[in-house]
């Protein structure tokens, strides 16, 4: 391969660390030669150079080999970009209005081919010289029949700055190619930089972590980040600076963690008790599965040791979260504490308070649903039980954060599916006992194991990697629209064997009437293809009242009716075993975990279940990548780091927690081993020195406490 691609598409931020606050580093780039007033001006405003730090954390976004070009007449055999070398031999202005068209016809030994631009024509076009040598970057493309080259990459050939070795390209602006800073002109700034900084770029990882990971020092990579000469030296200083990142970044989240164990001592459950031990012996309704019994044992730990549990609970859709909720709730009960169990929506609410009232009724515990439908005489009731303690469980939705709700003394807290809820209303729970509760959170979106170090560093996790005995993994399917008829046989073959069905319309609030009237089309076909009395349909949106929502929902959790036409209200929680077939119309979409979500409201039952992915004929790139994921694997986390790969680590987490999401140089899609590596080795060195104590790891302690400083409380979750 000959040309290097950093991976890194915005690496022109600027990296303001402080411990490059000594003075040669934050020298105004004003005085580096080549620079001077007018164009450290346009430095500062285009691109945020004011330094000659920011100079030196301004890296190339790729590398070209010069010494190897290759030939028009290759290009079309080549699906990547190329270099070229050639002249200029024609330039054209074409179209009009909005679709201008740039044309220069592009010649080397080997042939011709034309290079186009639709945009920034007006600056462009000066640029083009006719007979002059270029060195050209680019992609060919095939349009109709013709080859040509969109917005390629050039700068006029120079044969005396020409160098074996890789040349860095760096991106640029309109206005700073205007004042000579094109790539080339960056280039030779950085170029007169590098010789400067031998001997004056502090070392920021301690030696030993260094040599053991055979990291090449600070100084090495900024110098080699610029001015390659080996494809291996541009890696080895990427791998350096990545990992100092990703080093840094991990042992803020240590260090959080082990702050927040010592700031807040937490209840002490000192025994399981009776009413965990009495249910678990004689009420149990299954065995629990290991994963199940491993977690347990992480949770039952955690809340003897006197210390505050803030736990994530992952576990894939259908793995038996609730029954683990359940019995960490009655370890809280049998130390005379109250429990509350919090669900996104109230559909899901009241699920759980029946279930849970259910296996509860022969025991001496005490269970309230409190949601936003409970009528006020009720409230006032369920308020008196929970001040006076005769209420042991509290089930609710948002309305349990409501301030009138107080508890006489509240030692745990499990909020279910934890990504409905904000950060702010979770910090509300604290504030119902002197002593903030314990929290539980659960989720069923499965977070890769790389952001979880990273975005929940600082929180314990447990994972529930292993599906209740019996189930039979779903069989997903993809079908377009024009298989629709044989889709819908196929539906009438399972209600006759008795089975219920799920149909899932999208909703987006973008297009919201569009899909709304889709939904309703959907289901009038559906009610005339499966007509009463033979077949029943319930519907179930967001624009229903939530007692006209409830009612219907609740006539196919009981099997009155046979199709439950659905938007993505039911996407969370909702569990009817006898529900085997899941059809997602319009699949293209949904995000990845989304769609795996609403799958997961199938295949509860001992019955072979299905989910049936509808299409248009025509879909995307990243749709077909989805579809494929979904029907090759059942595995919540192979899912997950799919789902990573196609949108990046911000649009997975939400923004929520984007603060941790400025990351420079490393990418938490792409540099999942380097943030194990990165925690493994912080954890190793604050097990030798868990205060930063020795002089090796002095600089360690000042990025530490700078750090400390300047990002406070973003990492408390709950
Ligand atoms: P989720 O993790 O998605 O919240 P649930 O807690 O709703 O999953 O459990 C899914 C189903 O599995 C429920 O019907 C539950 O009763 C059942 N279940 C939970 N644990 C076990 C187990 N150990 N063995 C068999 N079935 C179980
Ligand atoms: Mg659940």
Redesign the pocket.
């Known amino acids: 391969m000959f040309i290097i691609n950093s991976g890194c598409n915005h690496c022109e931020v600027d990296i303001l660390y402080f411990y490059e606050m000594n003075e040669f580093l934050q020298t105004s780039i004003e005085f580096l030669k080549g620079v001077g007033p007018q164009r450290a001006e346009l430095l500062r405003k285009e691109i945020n150079i004011y330094t000659f730090s920011d100079l030196l954390n301004y890296f190339p976004f790729r590398y070209i080999d010069r010494s190897k070009y290759h030939k028009i007449s290759d290009l079309p055999y080549l699906d990547s970009y190329a270099q070229l070398k050639g002249r200029i031999v024609q330039v054209s202005e074409g179209g009009n209005g909005k679709f201008k068209k740039l044309t220069a016809k592009f010649q080397d030994e080997s042939g011709m081919i034309d290079l186009v631009w639709f945009q920034g024509i007006r600056w462009i076009r000066p640029l083009l010289k006719v007979g002059v040598e270029y060195q050209l970057f680019g992609k060919a493309k095939l349009f109709g029949s013709t080859w040509n080259i969109p917005h390629p990459e050039l700068a006029e050939y120079d044969s005396i700055t020409v160098k074996t070795g890789l040349q860095p390209v760096y991106s640029s602006t309109e206005r700073l190619t205007a004042a000579g800073l094109h790539s080339k002109g960056i280039e030779r700034l950085t170029a007169a930089l590098i010789p400067q900084i031998k001997g004056r770029i502090p070392e920021t990882l301690p030696l030993d972590i260094i040599q053991q990971n055979r990291l090449i020092s600070r100084e090495d990579a900024f110098r080699l980040a610029h001015l390659p000469k080996f494809e291996n030296d541009f890696h080895q200083a990427r791998l350096r600076l990545k990992f100092e990142e990703l080093f840094i970044l991990q042992m803020e989240m240590l260090l959080r963690k082990k702050i927040s164990m010592h700031k807040s001592s937490g209840f002490v459950f000192k025994e399981v008790g009776d009413v965990f031990n009495n249910f678990y012996n004689n009420y149990l309704?299954?065995?629990?599965?290991g994963a199940?019994k491993r977690v347990l044992k992480e949770i039952r730990r955690n809340v003897m040791e006197g210390v505050h549990m803030n736990r994530l609970l992952q576990?894939d859709?259908?793995?038996?979260?609730?029954?683990v909720a359940l019995l960490t709730m009655l370890m809280g009960i049998g130390n005379d504490f109250q429990a509350a169990l919090m669900a996104p929506t109230e559909i899901l609410a009241t699920q759980h308070f029946e279930t849970i009232s259910e296996q509860l009724k022969d025991l001496p515990v005490k269970v309230a649903l409190l949601t936003g439908s409970v009528k006020k005489k009720n409230r006032v009731h369920i308020h008196e039980g929970l001040e006076d303690g005769s209420i042991h469980i509290l089930i609710g939705t948002h309305a349990l954060l409501e301030d009138v709700v107080q508890f006489q003394n509240l030692g745990i807290v499990v909020i279910d599916e934890q990504h409905r809820f904000g950060v702010a209303q979770r910090a509300r729970m604290w504030k119902k006992n002197t002593t903030p509760p314990h929290v539980l959170i659960m989720t069923?979106t499965p977070i890769p194991r790389t952001l979880a170090m990273t975005f929940y560093g600082d929180l314990d996790v447990s994972v529930i990697d292993e599906l209740?005995?019996g189930r039979k993994p779903i069989s997903t399917v993809h079908r377009y629209e024009s298989y629709r008829l044989r889709v819908f046989g196929f539906l009438r073959e399972e209600i006759n064997k008795g089975r219920q069905i799920y149909i899932v319309y999208p909703l987006i609030h973008e297009s919201e009437k569009m899909d709304f009237n889709n939904l309703m089309e959907g289901f009038e076909s559906i009610t005339r293809a499966f007509p009463l009395p033979e077949f029943k349909v319930s519907i179930v949106h967001g624009k229903m009242k939530p007692e006209d929502k409830d009612f219907e929902m609740q006539r196919f959790i009981k099997g009155d009716t046979q199709i439950m036409v659905a938007t993505t209200v039911i996407e969370v929680?909702v569990?009817v075993?006898n529900a085997s077939v899941m059809i997602i119309e319009s699949a293209e979409r949904f995000g990845l975990s989304q769609l795996h979500q609403l799958r997961?409201r199938v295949g509860?039952g001992a019955e072979q279940s299905y989910c049936i992915l509808m299409t248009g004929d025509k879909i995307s790139k990243d749709t077909m990548k989805r579809i494929e994921t979904m029907v090759r694997t059942n595995d919540g986390f192979e899912i997950a780091e799919v789902d990573l790969q196609l949108r990046g680590p911000g649009d997975l987490m939400g923004t929520q927690q984007s603060g941790i999401l400025n990351l420079k140089i490393a990418d938490l899609a792409r540099d999942g081993q380097l943030v194990v590596l990165s925690r493994d080795e912080a954890k190793r060195l604050l097990e030798t020195d868990p205060r930063l104590e020795k002089p090796e790891n002095g600089m360690l302690r000042q990025i530490m406490e700078h750090v400390f400083r300047s990002k406070p409380d973003w990492g408390k979750i709950a």
Do not use: H, W
């Open positions: 309704p299954f065995e629990l599965t199940q576990g859709v259908g793995s038996g979260k609730t029954l069923a209740p005995p929680g569990n075993p997961g509860r």
